[in-house]
């Protein structure tokens, strides 16, 4: 075999390989939940309710209605890492192609000179917001615990409003 046929062997090797790991971790992980489903089904079944403790995560979330949206800030670091990353590959890429690598590190470089620009207005835009303390969630009320019964001679029940009764 010539040195192509052999690098072009390995390379669709390490693509299949990685495609097996990811389908024995899918496979993994969906029976991880099942498993998980099932449990809580059969404490619900029981008449028990399944805590919160047993994903953290998900109930935080949950209270929490999701993940907060990222700061401006961390956009702009973010698309400033994007475009430093496509830069560099460009100009790697336009270099050996094109055999030319002024031409590579010309339009490569705009792209990472751009990218920077992103990463110094991130920086003055100021802090992340993530890096401000999180306030808890507020403590809901437990929906499962009953109310001590109210006393008839209160002003408030509903059984002593006869006299409340407009014409």
């Known amino acids: 075999m010539r040195e192509e046929e052999v690098i072009l062997v390995i390379f669709a090797m390490m693509i299949f390989a990685g495609i097996a790991v990811l389908w024995?971790?899918?496979q993994s992980r969906r029976r991880f939940r099942e498993m998980e489903h099932r449990e809580r089904?059969?404490?619900?079944?029981?008449?028990?309710?399944?805590s919160p403790e047993s994903d953290p995560l998900a109930f935080e979330q949950s209270l929490s209605g999701g993940r907060a949206a990222p700061s401006t800030s961390a956009r702009m670091r973010s698309a400033g890492v994007i475009l430093i990353g496509l830069g560099l590959g460009l100009a790697v890429l336009i270099a050996?192609?094109?055999?030319?690598?002024?031409?590579?590190f010309g339009v490569g470089g705009a792209f990472v000179m751009i990218g920077l620009a992103f990463m110094v207005n991130a920086s003055l835009a100021g802090q992340d917001s993530l890096s401000t303390p999180v306030l808890p969630p507020p403590i809901m009320r437990d929906p499962f615990r009953r109310n001590p019964p109210s006393s008839p001679s209160s002003p408030s029940s509903p059984s002593s409003s006869s006299t409340d009764v407009m014409p």
């Open 24 to 26: 024995m971790a899918m």
């Open 96 to 104: 050996f192609t094109a055999e030319s690598p002024r031409v590579g």
């Open 41 to 50: 089904l059969a404490m619900i079944e029981r008449g028990l309710v399944p």
